[in-house]
């Protein structure tokens, strides 16, 4: 049986300069191009780059608005808005009308400053808002008179309220040309645009929300000051005490019109930061800051761990961690840390618990220079209790008993 090749043996080159190989002569009719890429179902509209100080002034020889790409349609419109209407005086040409001669009178632009236009090549008048903004013709009579094929017909001009300028302009407030003297100036008013409308309104809502999460930080800030509960048992609309983060919510409320006006009843259903979840992370927040002001004050300074633990109402054992140093100014400090949940009261998992909050805030074990608990024998026993455990990893950590679980253990015998 031969030797099995391997997955490189298939991709190795092989050397075939002294093997004879028949090769083909060149060819010389291959097509060696980049075949062209298969065209897609949906071509992508490539827009072409037009200067807009390039566009055609004479409304007579201008194409029609809907024959520019749709993305430079708005810029092509900005730029005919900017330039004005085209209204040139000029020596204009007569027409001849049965046995009259009249032409286009240049005080015309001073009664229709705003729209009216005038194509020297048509002989003929043009509205520049419908001719930005208008819908295309319909096919009725007139309808493209103003836009495509202008009007020239002078002799109705001076027929009073007959004038087809005025009736173009219409009496109607949602007539064709007045929708698009509208359109004309909202393009140009910048802060009307849609874009600027949600960002205005975005911003309104971002410094509401400021303004109501800046309450429940202030409410949340004094109560865990002062050590006071957050919840109350009916927080109801219709409770005489909601409890005291609600009320006291309500009260910084009563100081200041705007924060009455964004909290509580008058925030939105999805923003109210006063639910529990709220106020519990806020409060995480808070502890987080304080364990990085303490975790700065200690710097590298030699350290003393007071452990103890109780059961809550909901019979978990939590331990509280007390950290005792002396700070850069030579002052004792005794500082509350950390509290944890621990499934168990054993000494391993204890230690393991203190380890891991010491290691999160770059805490060494090996400066510790002392350790305070009660008398329990899963802390004090000099084997396999939790001093034990530290004196192995730390010398210098030594064990005290906890003098004011002494004074506890004393004024319980004495009473």
Known sequence: MGKPKTIDAFFKKKDVSH?????????????????????????????????????????GLRPQICEFPINLQDEIRRAYIKAGPYQPVLDYP????????????ALWFEAHLN????????????????????????????????TVKGFDNWKKVNDGMNCPLIGHVGKDPNSPHKIAVKCYEDLMKYSRHVDKLFEKQS??????????????????????????????????????NRGN??????????????VAGVVLENAPQNAKYTSPTIQKEILHIIASK????IREEIGDAKFCIIIDKARDESKKEQMAIILRFVDKDGFLKERFFHIVH?????ALTLKKEICAVLSRYNLHIENIRGQGYDGASNMR???????????KDCPYAYYVHCLAHKLQLALVSAS
């Open 245 to 258: 983060f609600v009320e006291l919510v309500k009260l910084v409320s009563t100081y200041d019109h705007r």
């Open 115 to 146: 729209w009216l236009e005038y194509s020297p090549s048509k002989d003929a008048v043009y509205c520049l808002p419908c001719y930005l903004f208008g819908k295309k013709p319909t096919g009725r009579p007139g309808s493209d008179a103003f």
């Open 381 to 391: 026993g000099e084997w396999n209790g939790l001093q034990a455990l530290f004196l």
């Open 342 to 346: 621990v499934r168990d009261t054993t």
């Open 19 to 59: 093997s004879k190989v028949n090769t083909p002569p060149p060819a010389t009719n291959i097509d060696t191009s980049i075949p062209e890429e298969r065209p897609s179902k949906c071509p992508r509209i490539q827009p072409k780059e037009i200067d807009t100080t390039s566009l055609e002034r004479d409304p």
């Open 203 to 240: 911003s309104k809502e971002i410094q509401d929300n400021r303004l109501r999460l800046k309450a429940s930080i202030d409410s949340v800030q004094w109560l865990a000051l002062q050590g006071c509960a957050f919840r109350g048992h009916d927080e109801s609309l219709d409770s005489i």
């Open 290 to 293: 304080v364990r990085d002001a």
């Open 94 to 105: 007569f027409k001849e009308s049965g046995n009259q001669r009249r032409r286009f009178k």
